[in-house]
């Protein structure tokens, strides 16, 4: 993160209750001016206080959001990139995997349409346009939706739930976004009417009960609660995506396998619509 990061006050807060059940959560590590909670009802983890949206907003436009991680030095060869480049065709794989166990063995992707929400640079997209999917983005940083454009990539500046656009998609992918949006129900119910009927929907997201997690508390790297305001675990993942009408039909954990490799405490999930 730039030294220019923007500094909240419990001014720039809201109280928000389970998006599942409603419930209010206990809390379980107080962070000021953010709190993390547990839902009571269904074990859903989430931060209230939490940034109310023109603070979340304020938080995205930075120039510097996406260059402190993974994208700080986007050179072909840095060890960052090359493991970009293994998790994209990794996951890819497994993507075209789950499609041809639907649609009879065509794993071919060529004029297939390929929605990444929260899509960044658009690294992913470019990686998918070049297997041959017709692909399109929606991206809240304006700076980096700015640079998806320049490569010839359809991009919405915006939220999902908001952006102008028409089904249906053979694939549906969030990279390490469902954490960060206000409402992933909302979200996961946008994705069902947009997805094909044999679609498949493909979602990265921090482990909350991953080792990493468990061990460290409140000083696990991935909790930051400033963004990621949604924490997840195999179990009430599956419970979301049911409520919107989804199936599980992979989850992908191990840190050896391509589709997220290295990674200890991130989840990697398949879905189908039921
Ligand atoms: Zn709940």
């Given at each position: 993160m730039s030294d220019s990061a923007p500094v909240f006050s419990a001014a720039d807060t809201e109280q928000v209750t389970c998006c599942l059940c409603g419930d209010a959560g206990a809390l379980l590590y107080d962070l000021p001016p953010y709190g993390m909670r547990r839902c009571a009802c269904c074990t859903l983890v989430f931060v209230s206080p939490r940034l109310r949206a023109e603070a979340l907003s304020r938080f995205y436009d930075q120039v510097g959001y996406f260059e402190g991680g993974v994208y700080g030095d986007r050179s072909r060869w840095s060890p960052a990139m090359a493991l970009q480049r293994v998790w994209t065709s990794g996951r890819l794989n497994r993507i075209a995997k789950a499609g041809s166990s639907t649609r009879k063995g065509d794993r071919c992707a060529a004029g297939q349409r390929l929605l990444e929400f929260g899509s960044g640079y658009g690294l992913f997209l470019a990686a998918a346009r070049d297997r041959g999917y017709d692909v399109q983005g929606v991206e809240l940083s304006r700076p980096a939706a700015q640079v998806t454009a320049k490569q010839g990539i359809a991009v919405h500046c915006g939220q999902l739930v908001d952006a102008p656009l028409s089904g249906p998609y053979d694939v549906i992918c969030g990279w390490d976004t469902l954490e960060h949006v206000p409402d992933p129900l909302a979200v996961l119910h946008r994705i069902h009417e947009l997805i094909a009927g044999d679609g498949t929907v493909a979602i990265s997201t921090p482990y909350f009960s991953s080792l990493p997690s468990r061990l460290l508390r409140e000083r696990w790297w991935t909790l930051k609660p400033t963004e990621h305001i949604w924490h997840y675990t195999p179990y009430t993942l599956r419970l979301l995506a049911a409520r919107a009408g989804f199936t599980v039909i992979d989850v992908i954990r191990s840190p050896?396998?391509?589709?997220?490799?290295?990674?200890?405490d991130s989840l990697v999930v398949l879905l189908r619509p039921a």
């Open positions: 050896l396998a391509p589709a997220n490799l290295t990674r200890l």
